[in-house]
């Protein structure tokens, strides 16, 4: 875990006929934070996922302080892959903006030469903020869990048609690797919330629950 949190007070002395005295600078919000977070994701060695959160708080786009620019808040997740391929290690990286996929005008500050009533449009509302909370919730577990039933299942068939369980689990893990990143997109893309529930959530144990048939009559 990484982050900060800056507080600027930054006010103009000895303007042109004072008439600016005492009023907050151009462009320098008083607060700034960001957070950022890594998790190596557990049964999937080299996997780690990562977030960071980053607020700028309201300001001022002119040093007359008659128009402002509305806090905002971006929030970027990303993933990245450590393994060795024919004997040489292998890194793999990517990260995306998920605003950016619901509503690309509010992934980045307003433009100055906006309005403030357009500006204040671009700000999330209680209930979009919820529902994106929601949708990297299901990302994060939801391609958790699809992927495991992928790979529980995987290795079950393999087992079934006579290969080592161990060498099934294996390709499994690297189709998980290669669905893991689709099931986290799509998670955003999608219209509703409860059709990706359904589909990562759903699939995945049902695959698991049929990997686990599949090995209980074999043994």
Same mark, same amino acid.
Not at 10 to 18: D, E, V
Not at 78 to 101: I, V
């Given at each position: &875990?990484?982050?900060?949190?800056?507080?600027?007070?930054?006010?103009?002395?000895?303007?042109?006929?004072?008439?600016?005295?005492? $009023?907050?600078?151009?462009?320098?919000?008083?607060?700034? %934070? $960001?957070?950022?977070?890594?998790?190596?994701?557990?049964?999937?060695?080299?996997?780690?996922?990562?977030?960071?959160?980053?607020?700028?708080?309201?300001?001022?786009?002119?040093?007359?302080?008659?128009?402002? &620019?509305?806090?905002?808040?971006?929030?970027?997740?990303?993933?990245?892959?450590?393994?060795?391929?024919?004997?040489?290690?292998?890194?793999?990286?990517?990260?995306?903006?998920?605003?950016?996929?619901?509503?690309?005008?509010?992934?980045?500050?307003?433009?100055?030469?906006?309005?403030?009533?357009?500006?204040? %449009?671009?700000?999330?509302?209680?209930?979009?903020?919820?529902?994106? %909370?929601?949708?990297?919730?299901?990302?994060?577990?939801?391609?958790?869990?699809?992927?495991?039933?992928?790979?529980?299942?995987?290795?079950?068939?393999?087992?079934?048609?006579?290969?080592?369980?161990?060498?099934?689990? &294996?390709?499994?893990?690297?189709?998980?690797?290669?669905?893991?990143?689709?099931?986290?997109?799509?998670?955003?893309?999608?219209?509703?919330?409860?059709?990706?529930?359904?589909?990562?959530?759903?699939?995945?144990?049902? &695959?698991?629950?049929?990997?686990?048939?599949?090995?209980?009559?074999?043994?």
């Amino acid at each position: &875990m990484l982050g900060g949190i800056t507080y600027t007070q930054a006010k103009l002395t000895k303007t042109q006929g004072g008439l600016q005295d005492g $009023n907050q600078a151009f462009g320098s919000p008083p607060w700034a %934070a $960001n957070f950022g977070v890594g998790w190596d994701v557990p049964g999937l060695p080299g996997l780690a996922l990562n977030g960071r959160a980053i607020h700028t708080s309201r300001q001022y786009v002119d040093n007359a302080n008659s128009l402002k &620019m509305p806090s905002w808040t971006r929030l970027d997740l990303g993933a990245r892959y450590a393994t060795q391929l024919s004997g040489k290690p292998l890194f793999t990286a990517g990260g995306l903006s998920p605003w950016a996929l619901r509503a690309p005008s509010a992934c980045q500050p307003p433009s100055i030469s906006e309005s403030s009533e357009t500006m204040r %449009a671009h700000t999330f509302t209680r209930r979009d903020h919820a529902a994106l %909370a929601g949708r990297i919730l299901l990302a994060v577990c939801g391609g958790y869990a699809f992927c495991w039933g992928v790979v529980a299942l995987f290795a079950a068939m393999t087992f079934l048609l006579g290969a080592e369980f161990h060498d099934g689990e &294996m390709l499994g893990l690297i189709l998980a690797l290669l669905f893991y990143p689709v099931a986290f997109l799509w998670s955003f893309a999608a219209r509703s919330l409860w059709l990706v529930s359904g589909v990562l959530v759903g699939s995945g144990g049902l &695959m698991a629950a049929a990997a686990s048939l599949i090995q209980s009559a074999l043994t």
